[in-house]
């Protein structure tokens, strides 16, 4: 299990808060259910995500502030009001969009930091990530020998060509003589 500091850096930079890997989300929208590399489950409980909502909405607020406090004290005396609102406007309707899946991320981060998971989680977490690698190397094994008996298939002269492929087959092929004499007629 990560320390706090460090599960919490390791949400902030879009990683499993437990282990550090990498590849979350399947898409920019859409988190895994379990890390692919520790087993961890993301989602610990019903309602779990309002926590990322929360950091994604006081995340908006704290750019919202800097952009408009900014723009005040580096334009005072003659703030540009119209600009700052269109620009806080466009920021208000981006960033959380943007910045969704970073949200989770971070979130979990900082729920890991201060809600460590229990013995429980990781023992569930560790047989889901067992249960993963054991059907993945049943996967294999089974591709290996469908791979294998395909083989032997192909091995017992079955020919995959076309006829009329090679220009020696037998045939009336214009420019060659079907004797094998090489003369062309």
Excluded at 76 to 82: A, E, G, I, N, Y
Excluded at 107 to 124: I, S, Y
Excluded at 132 to 159: M, N, P, Q, S, V
Aim: aromatic share 10%.
């Amino acid at each position: 299990m990560a320390g706090g500091v460090q599960a919490l850096g390791r949400g902030l930079v879009m990683r499993c808060p437990t282990c550090g890997a990498g590849d979350l989300f399947v898409s920019y929208y859409t988190m895994r259910e379990r890390c692919l590399n520790c087993g961890t489950a993301f989602e610990r409980e019903e309602g779990y995500w309002v926590g990322a909502m929360i950091v994604l909405i006081g995340m908006t607020e704290v750019l919202f502030a800097i952009w408009f406090v900014g723009g005040m004290l580096l334009t005072w005396p003659d703030v540009p009001w119209t600009g700052l609102l269109i620009g806080g406007v466009v920021l208000n309707l981006t960033f959380p969009v943007l910045g969704y899946s970073w949200s989770k991320t971070a979130w979990m981060g900082l729920h890991d930091a201060f809600v460590p998971e229990e013995p429980a989680q990781q023992a569930e977490a560790i047989t889901a990530l067992d249960a993963r690698r054991r059907a993945a190397a049943f996967e294999a094994r089974d591709r290996a020998l469908a791979e294998a008996a395909e083989g032997e298939h192909g091995a017992e002269g079955t020919d995959r060509s076309e006829p009329g492929d090679d220009p020696r087959d037998a045939g009336d092929h214009e420019g060659f003589d079907d004797t094998g004499s090489g003369r062309t007629r």
